[in-house]
């Protein structure tokens, strides 16, 4: 029987990259090692602050403070909870009930695979939270990502909410590099070796930069950075989520600007003139344009993070759906 010979050249050239590429799984294998004992050290650091729900065969976490018309607020991509609690919250229950969701995937509310997360998805799994909570016609609030589900949220159950409060969002199919890259990490293979090992740790270099395009030109609040998990934020499997999330807005923003004008009145939309994440030109503008009779504040020498920068402009817009104030609003167009 004749064997077969690998020739030299090709033992020479297998033999050359054998060692690094031992060396570069080893060290990748490390780095995932060292990203788990970090993601179990958070968990223990940031337990969960609120309550559980089973959705649809989701645990989702959520708070539920207050008393008053119902307020539901949804978070952006790569925050939690938290982002609320450090802004908004507090204040809105001295006079509403407010729910606060870890959408799925941040925080300790789950993401099964195997399930497409757009923001209609995400819209009804929140729909279907609302309603085991027993809220009735509740009014939603979405900053930036959460924007996106808020919108879907109206779309899909326009009748079962007093109206939608869009804070910072993206609405119109727009290229983004940065956002195309990081949604690169969704990607099964290559997206789980680098969200496992290297992702964690370039978030940890690069969120003072991040913060400060965030919240920029306005400075980074104090209360956030000392307060905010961002150690919950590392985690693989939030970055994943995060991931999906960003891969997946361009394709939802092609599908929705389709039946913008059905959303109708009950929208009001804010904006940071100077936001430096999306533009509030080719976002805000364009949507208050396109739903008709929606309100729209843009506020000059503000960024992305409206809510921690103007909480008093967002709590006005939460009163103005307070049932008294609707009731006058619909006497004062009987009257005219």
């Not at 940071?272 to 309100?295: E, F, K, Y």
Request: hydrophobic content about 45%.
């Amino acid at each position: 029987m004749s064997r077969h010979r690998v020739p030299a050249q090709y033992q020479t050239l297998a033999s050359r990259w054998a060692i690094p590429a031992l060396a570069a799984g080893g060290a990748l294998a490390i780095a995932a090692t060292v990203n788990q004992l970090a993601a179990w050290r958070a968990e223990r650091r940031y337990p969960p602050i609120g309550g559980f729900l089973n959705v649809d065969g989701i645990r989702l976490h959520y708070i539920d403070k207050g008393d008053g018309p119902p307020v539901v607020l949804i978070h952006g991509a790569g925050a939690m909870m938290q982002d609320f609690s450090l802004s908004i919250l507090h204040r809105l229950t001295r006079q509403h009930r407010v729910i606060v969701f870890d959408r799925p995937g941040y925080g300790y509310s789950e993401r099964p695979q195997g399930r497409r997360w757009t923001p209609e998805a995400q819209a009804r799994v929140i729909r279907a939270a609302v309603t085991q909570l027993g809220l009735e016609q509740p009014l939603i609030v979405g900053h930036s990502y959460g924007a996106s589900v808020a919108l879907s949220y109206a779309a899909s159950f326009p009748g079962e909410i007093r109206g939608i409060i869009l804070i910072s969002g993206y609405y119109f199919p727009e290229f983004r590099p940065a956002m195309s890259a990081f949604g690169a990490l969704a990607i099964p293979v290559f997206g789980y070796l680098v969200r496992h090992s290297l992702a964690p740790v370039l978030s940890r270099a690069t969120m003072p930069r991040l913060l400060n395009r965030l919240f920029g030109p306005n400075p980074v609040p104090s209360i956030f950075v000392e307060n905010f998990p961002f150690d919950l934020a590392y985690r693989p499997s939030q970055v994943r989520a995060a991931a999906d999330d960003l891969a997946g807005l361009r394709p939802w923003a092609r599908r929705m600007r389709r039946i913008y004008s059905t959303i109708g009145p009950g929208t009001v939309i804010l904006a940071g003139m100077v936001d430096q994440i999306v533009d509030p030109g080719r976002h805000s503008t364009r949507l208050h344009r396109a739903i008709p009779g929606s309100i729209f504040r843009a506020i000059p020498g503000v960024g992305h993070m409206f809510h921690h920068v103007r909480p008093d402009l967002v709590l006005d817009a939460v009163a103005g759906f307070d049932p008294p104030v609707l009731e006058r609003a619909r006497v004062s167009a009987a009257i005219s």
